[in-house]
């Protein structure tokens, strides 16, 4: 009667969200009194152990190079296992890309109902297990029970702050046999030097406001004084100012940085269901009346020619006399 | 080739979003219904592509849904397509969702099935990965670019911080984002041609449901905004530090 917390990984390295769901799953054992683990499939250059900070007392690892790269469908299959060997009876994933490809993957093959997007510990009182997740691309929340023996569950980025203490994980090989992969990787393009926009803790993003790509500068010179990703609205994206992987809102990715800077965006519906999670959004808009107001905790009704400029000087200024 | 499309139906995105019966349904009175972004403009587009490439290509759109689905399962044969099938039943688990269409699936053979990386109203990203693993087929999701040569089809998907590309032999099933295809628009000829397309409805198979909606919530209300003046940027950034702590 476990918990399994899925620990993911890229370039060797578990990824920031996997301290999330490490941080909830331990939280979820402790609200129902059992122990936490975590699961790792492939290899990484991190010392598993340290994932003991999070709250799980052991990390299982199934150390076969074939699994770093992701195949949802061989992934099912060895967590499907682990599930099994471990006892676990509910499974949890960060809602990123890989849990995107798995958790329901592997939910069909253990008969468990899965709740993807969640965004709060589950309501366990009374044999219940009701899981909040975000709806309508955030717009709304839904609480929702899963009935069956085993659960899995995916949180969403940036929605549970990680807490690390002290504690120090057994690490444990797992030995489970894995099938060639079905899926070939023909190549892999990684955008260096970018902070991608799921990791990040602060996203600049820039509307049509600014005219044109040329202009993007300073919006990008903004985003590295504050280390933040850059995003941008549909429009941007459409006319191919910015890369297509920077369009955020219901038809783009969702993100739910601590801090949101929307530049020149007028707040359009669709935009803000993208973005509406994030914990803290700025504003600049020359438009006194930009729906994007209304959704704000900050702004400044201003060119941003003008306006983000001295805005990156001034937070320069802070940095150095922090 | 026999290519199937997971079609569902969502509320028009400019939607008010609200709930009725003590919150626990979705306040649908007024409300415009469309074709799921992502299943009309990439999945579908870019398996009417394949079609018009290789016309012995069979297309087959798929929803699970009650009869108010038709408007919308109508509107995509108008873009293109055979037939469509309907399985007869109005269920929020992804679950049973996809062990409906997984069903379907393995009577109809298909070489290839199509889904949207996410319907925007429940935004699960799951019916694909569950389809997949009922087909036993493998699932490649989050597709940016989709084409097939022969038996092999070559996917682009996002990666985080980036985009990787897999080859993969038929049968497969892709969750398709943007980028997969661009949208189009129906003309008169597809949707006087979608009026006598086949419309198949189907009972649905004795699957039980394993999740269940308790209720709904709305965010708070935002406190309102804190407007800076202009020429006082210094202060913007005071609030970021002191007040947010967000820098
Ligand atoms: C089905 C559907 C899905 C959609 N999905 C998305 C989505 O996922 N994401 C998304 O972003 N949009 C989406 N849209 C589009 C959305 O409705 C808006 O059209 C879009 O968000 C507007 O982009 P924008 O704010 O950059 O441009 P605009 O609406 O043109 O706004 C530009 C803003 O810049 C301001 N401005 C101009 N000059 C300056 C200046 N010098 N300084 C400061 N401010 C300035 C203006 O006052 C204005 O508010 C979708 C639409 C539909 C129908
Ligand atoms: N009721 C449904 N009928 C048919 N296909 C569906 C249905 N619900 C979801 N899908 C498909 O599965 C994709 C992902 O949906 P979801 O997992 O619910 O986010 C959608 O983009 C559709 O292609």
Known sequence: MSVLIFVDHADGQVKKSSFEALTYGAKIAAQIGTTAEGLLLGTVTDDLSTLGKYGVTKVHQVANDTLNHLDAQLYSKVIAEAVTASGATILVFSHNQTGKAVAASVSARLKAGVVTGACALPDTSNGNFIVKKTVFSGKAFANVNITSAIKVISLNPNSFTTIAGDGVAEVAALNVAVNASKIRVAAVNKIVGEIPMSEADIVVSGGRGLKGPENWGMIEDLAKTLHAATACSRPVADAHWRPHHEHVGQTGFQIAPNLYFAIGISGAIQHLAGVNRSKVIVVINKDPEAPFFKAADYGIVGDAFDIVPKLNEEIKKLQVNA | ?247
């Open chain 2, 1 to 247: 080739m026999k290519i199937l499309v997971c079609i569902s139906k969502t509320p028009d995105t400019t939607s008010k979003i609200a709930f009725k019966d003590g919150n626990t349904k979705f306040e649908d009175a007024g409300v415009q219904w469309i074709i799921n972004p992502y299943d009309e403009w990439y999945a579908l587009v870019r398996a009417i592509e394949l079609k018009e490439k290789d016309p012995a290509t069979v297309l087959h759109l798929i929803t699970v849904g009650g009869a108010d689905c038709e408007p919308i399962i109508r509107k995509a044969l108008a873009l293109g397509g055979d037939e469509a099938i309907r399985i007869n039943a109005d269920n929020f688990d992804s679950y049973f969702i996809a062990a409906q269409i997984a069903e379907v699936a393995k009577q109809g053979a298909y070489d290839l099935i199509f889904t949207g990386k996410e319907t925007i109203d429940y935004n699960s990203s799951s019916i694909g990965g569950i389809v997949a693993e009922l087909v036993d087929a493998p699932y490649i999701s989050l597709a940016t670019k989709f084409d097939v040569a022969g038996n092999t089809v070559t996917v682009t998907r996002e990666i985080e911080g980036g985009e990787e590309t897999n080859e993969a032999e038929l049968p497969v099933v892709v969750s398709c984002a943007k980028g997969v295809a661009e949208q189009r628009i129906p003309n008169m000829r597809g949707i006087m041609a979608a009026r006598t397309k086949p419309l198949k409805v189907v009972e649905p198979a004795a699957i039980d449901a394993l999740t269940s909606v308790v209720s709904y919530e709305l965010p708070p209300a935002k406190a309102g905004v804190k407007l800076v003046a202009a020429d006082n940027v210094a202060e913007l950034v005071r609030l970021l530090h002191e007040e947010a702590k967000a820098i």
